[in-house]
């Protein structure tokens, strides 16, 4: 089945295995034959951003970030759909940027 799916619907892309992410959003979630890092080449000028190894997310769907109990300083990413994205330390950078932009505009 070939479906077509509006950028402004997903709010985060996951790595699944080697050649497939899922896109999380509005709707079910979809399986798509594409790997993380084209994903991130294609969505990234979009304003999809790389938070962890196996996530990307788009910043307007941002609503908190959250200390993961029982860690010693993991951070969830929730977004307004979808489940909840980890935080990597590699990208800690990008997600401090994407935590203050988000809350600056509100």
């Given amino acids: ?21 899922i896109l999380h959003g509005r709707g079910d979630p979809r399986p798509v034959t594409l790997g993380i890092e084209a994903a991130g080449a294609m969505l990234g000028p979009l304003g999809y951003v790389r938070v962890h190894r196996q996530w990307l997310i788009h910043p ?25 994205v980890p935080a990597s330390r590699s990208y800690a950078s990008a997600i401090v940027g994407l935590v203050d932009a988000a809350f600056d505009e509100r």
């Fill in 60 to 84: 307007d769907h941002l609503q908190r970030a959250v200390h993961v109990k029982g860690t010693a300083g993991e951070y969830a990413l929730e977004l307004d759909v979808g489940p909840p």
């Fill in 1 to 21: 089945n070939l479906a077509f799916v509006s950028v402004d619907d997903v709010a985060s892309v996951q790595a699944r295995g080697t050649g497939q992410v």
